[in-house]
C-alpha cells in the first residue's frame, strides 16, 4: 500500500511518510492507491474487541508499520483515557441508535484519532529515521485544537502550534485550549474564521522560505488535521465497531445494509464511512449532514461547490467551515483517480472560489444524501429528544439527527440508521440550557438531565489560563516563528 497526491502522481510514499509530512508536495492530499477490501463473513469477523478491530482495519492501509509497532500505537491511544470501556459505545434510543464518540480526553470525536496519532508520528519518526523535530500545525474549528494538544502535549521530539478562530468556538472550547499544559504546545485566536486559519496554515505548509528556515534548524512541519491520513485512518474503524454492535444487540442480521448521518464540516468522518463501505462495511446511504454554513449540501444537490457566500458563526461552531478539505479525497474517488482533473478543480476552488463537477461525476455521488439543519431547529431538536427519550445530544448531533429524520420521511427508507454523536453536551451547554435562561449553564444542563459532569469540565475552572495570543491572519507567521524561535 502506497500513497500518492491527489493532484500528481509522481509522488509515490509510504503510510508513514505520509503521515510525517501531512501534506503533499504539490499541495494535494495523501490518498492510498487502492481501498483494502474486507470480508465480513469470514468467521469472528465481528467479535472483536475495539482494540483488535482497529488493528484488523488499520493494518492494511498502514502496510509500512509492524505488527509490534501498531499494536502498541493501538494500546498506548485506547485505554483508561476513555471513560467508557467499549470506547465507542452504542446507544439505542427510541428509534435511533447514536454513535457515542466522546468518551476521550477532550469530549469530542477527535480524541478517536487524535489519541493515536501522536504514537503513528513518533514510531514513523524512528521508521524514517527522521532526526528533525516535528512542528504539528493546526487549525482547528474548536475541537481538533484541544484534542491535538492533549495527545502532543510533552510528547519527546514535537511541538504544537494551534490556531482557532477567536470568536468562532464555544466558551467551554476556549477554556479548554487555553488551559492546555505542555511546554511544546502553543495556542493562538486569529480574527478570522477557520477557513481563514486552514488556508494559512496550507500556505505556510508551501512556503519555501519558512521550510527552508526550519530545515536550518532541525524542524520539519506536519499536520494533525484530517488532511493528516494519520487522521483518517483511525476513524474508519469505529463505523465497524457500529454495525458489530448493532449485531450485539440483535437490531440487524449479518449484511443487512445500514445508513449512518455524520455531521460534517471539513468532510474528514465522513470520508471515513466512505471508504469504510468501499472496504466492503455494508452501509447503503451516507448522510451528510451540515448546518447554516451549508456549502456540502448546496455540492451533493447541484455538483456546484461554491465557498463564495456568507460564513455564519452558529451553535454548532465545529462544523462552521466554507472549504471542507477531505472532499479532495472524494473527488479523487469519483474520477477516478483523474489528477488532472483534480488539480484543475482545486485551482479553480483557489482562484474563483468554487468549481462544478460534469454529468457523469454527479453520477457517483449517489451513495450520499445531503441536508442542513438551521439554528432554531438544531435547539428545538436537542429539546425534543430530551423531552421523548431524557437523552441529552450537543447541537453537532443534533444536525445529524434531524436531517437523518428529513432523508427518512423524503426517502421512505427503512435501513438502521447510525447518528453519529460528535461532542458531550457538556463542551455546548448553550444550546440544551437555551430555554432555562439559567446562569451557570453547566450546572443547570446537570441538574435537568442528572448526567453526571465529566472530569475535566469541572476541572475548568481551577486550572490557571495562560496567557493569549491573538493575531491577525497576516500574523500567523511571525507567531509561528516566535515560537519557535523561543
Ligand atoms: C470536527 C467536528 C465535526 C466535523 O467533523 P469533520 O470531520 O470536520 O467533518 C462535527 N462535530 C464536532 C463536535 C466536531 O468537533
Known amino acids: 500500500m502506497m500513497y500518492q497526491s491527489t493532484r500528481g502522481n509522481n509522488e509515490q510514499v509510504t503510510a508513514s511518510q505520509a503521515i510525517l509530512k501531512g501534506l503533499a508536495s504539490d499541495g494535494g492530499l495523501f490518498v492510498p492507491d487502492n481501498i483494502p477490501q474486507v470480508n465480513i463473513k469470514e468467521p469472528n469477523f465481528f467479535s472483536l474487541s475495539y482494540r483488535e478491530l482497529a488493528y484488523k482495519i488499520m493494518q492494511p492501509f498502514l502496510a509500512d508499520f509492524s505488527?509490534?509497532?501498531?499494536?502498541?500505537?493501538?494500546?498506548?491511544?485506547?485505554?483508561?483515557?476513555?471513560?467508557?470501556?467499549?470506547?465507542?459505545?452504542?446507544?439505542?434510543?427510541?428509534?435511533?441508535?447514536?454513535l457515542e464518540l466522546?468518551?476521550?480526553?477532550?469530549?469530542?470525536?477527535?480524541?478517536?484519532?487524535?489519541?493515536?496519532?501522536?504514537?503513528?508520528?513518533?514510531?514513523?519518526?524512528?521508521k524514517q529515521k527522521v532526526n528533525n523535530e516535528i512542528v504539528i500545525l493546526t487549525a482547528t474549528s474548536g475541537d481538533t485544537g484541544k484534542a491535538a494538544m492533549e495527545g502532543f502535549s510533552d510528547v519527546l521530539g514535537t511541538k504544537i502550534i494551534v490556531f482557532y478562530p477567536k470568536n468562532g468556538v464555544s466558551d467551554v472550547q476556549e477554556k479548554q485550549m487555553?488551559?492546555?499544559?505542555?511546554?511544546?504546545?502553543?495556542?493562538?485566536?486569529?480574527?478570522?474564521?477557520?477557513?481563514?486559519?486552514?488556508?494559512?496554515?496550507?500556505?505556510?505548509?508551501?512556503?519555501?522560505?519558512?521550510?527552508?528556515?526550519?530545515?536550518?534548524?532541525?524542524?520539519?512541519?506536519?499536520?494533525?488535521?484530517?488532511?493528516?491520513?494519520?487522521?483518517?485512518?483511525?476513524?474508519?474503524?469505529?463505523?465497524?465497531?457500529?454495525?458489530?454492535?448493532?449485531?450485539?444487540?440483535?437490531?440487524?442480521?449479518?449484511g443487512e445494509k445500514?445508513?449512518?448521518?455524520?455531521?460534517?464540516?471539513?468532510?474528514?468522518?465522513?470520508?471515513?464511512?466512505?471508504?469504510?463501505?468501499?472496504?466492503?462495511?455494508?452501509?447503503?446511504?451516507?448522510?451528510?449532514?451540515?448546518?447554516?454554513?451549508?456549502?456540502?449540501?448546496?455540492?451533493?444537490?447541484?455538483?456546484?461547490?461554491?465557498?463564495?457566500?456568507?460564513?455564519?458563526?452558529?451553535?454548532?461552531?465545529?462544523?462552521?467551515?466554507?472549504?471542507?478539505?477531505?472532499?479532495?479525497?472524494?473527488?479523487?474517488?469519483?474520477?477516478?483517480?483523474?489528477?488532472?482533473?483534480?488539480?484543475?478543480l482545486m485551482s479553480s476552488l483557489n482562484e474563483k472560489g468554487n468549481y462544478e463537477l460534469n454529468h457523469g461525476e454527479m453520477e457517483k455521488l449517489t451513495d450520499f444524501y445531503a441536508g442542513y439543519t438551521g439554528e432554531s431547529e438544531i435547539v428545538s431538536t436537542v429539546k425534543e429528544v430530551f423531552n421523548q427519550s431524557a437523552y441529552v445530544i450537543d447541537p453537532h448531533t443534533a444536525v445529524a439527527k434531524k436531517v437523518a429524520d428529513d432523508f427518512k420521511h423524503e426517502k421512505n427508507n427503512l435501513n438502521k440508521t447510525v447518528i453519529v454523536s460528535t461532542a458531550s453536551p457538556y463542551k455546548f451547554p448553550d444550546v440544551f440550557i437555551e430555554s432555562l435562561e439559567a446562569k451557570d449553564?453547566?450546572?443547570?444542563?446537570?441538574?435537568?438531565?442528572?448526567?453526571?459532569i465529566p472530569k475535566v469540565i469541572s476541572e475548568l475552572n481551577n486550572l490557571q489560563a495562560r496567557e493569549e495570543h491573538i493575531v491577525e491572519i497576516s500574523g500567523m507567521k511571525e507567531k509561528v516563528l516566535e515560537f519557535l524561535d523561543s
Request: net charge positive; with cysteine.
Open 67 to 98: 505488527e509490534n509497532e501498531l499494536i502498541s500505537c493501538i494500546e498506548a491511544a485506547y485505554n483508561q483515557k476513555f471513560t467508557h470501556k467499549k470506547i465507542a459505545p452504542l446507544k439505542k434510543v427510541g428509534k435511533d441508535y447514536y
Open 102 to 126: 466522546y468518551h476521550g480526553p477532550t469530549l469530542a470525536f477527535k480524541d478517536m484519532a487524535l489519541s493515536i496519532l501522536p504514537h503513528l508520528m513518533t514510531t514513523a519518526l524512528k
Open 178 to 254: 487555553l488551559t492546555q499544559r505542555g511546554s511544546n504546545t502553543f495556542v493562538v485566536g486569529i480574527n478570522g474564521n477557520f477557513d481563514d486559519a486552514q488556508k494559512a496554515v496550507k500556505e505556510m505548509f508551501e512556503d519555501e522560505e519558512l521550510n527552508d528556515w526550519l530545515k536550518s534548524k532541525n524542524k520539519q512541519f506536519s499536520s494533525a488535521n484530517s488532511i493528516n491520513i494519520g487522521r483518517l485512518v483511525p476513524q474508519i474503524v469505529y463505523y465497524f465497531y457500529a454495525y458489530q454492535q448493532l449485531l450485539e444487540m440483535n437490531e440487524i442480521k449479518l
Open 258 to 344: 445500514i445508513n449512518v448521518s455524520v455531521p460534517t464540516g471539513n468532510f474528514g468522518n465522513i470520508l471515513a464511512a466512505y471508504y469504510a463501505k468501499k472496504m466492503g462495511l455494508p452501509i447503503e446511504y451516507l448522510i451528510c449532514a451540515s448546518n447554516e454554513n451549508k456549502v456540502l449540501t448546496d455540492f451533493f444537490t447541484s455538483g456546484s461547490y461554491s465557498r463564495n457566500r456568507k460564513f455564519y458563526v452558529t451553535n454548532s461552531p465545529s462544523m462552521d467551515i466554507l472549504v471542507s478539505s477531505n472532499l479532495e479525497r472524494l473527488l479523487f474517488q469519483i474520477t477516478n483517480n483523474d489528477t488532472t482533473r483534480l488539480s484543475s
Open 441 to 452: 449553564k453547566i450546572k443547570a444542563l446537570h441538574e435537568k438531565s442528572h448526567l453526571p
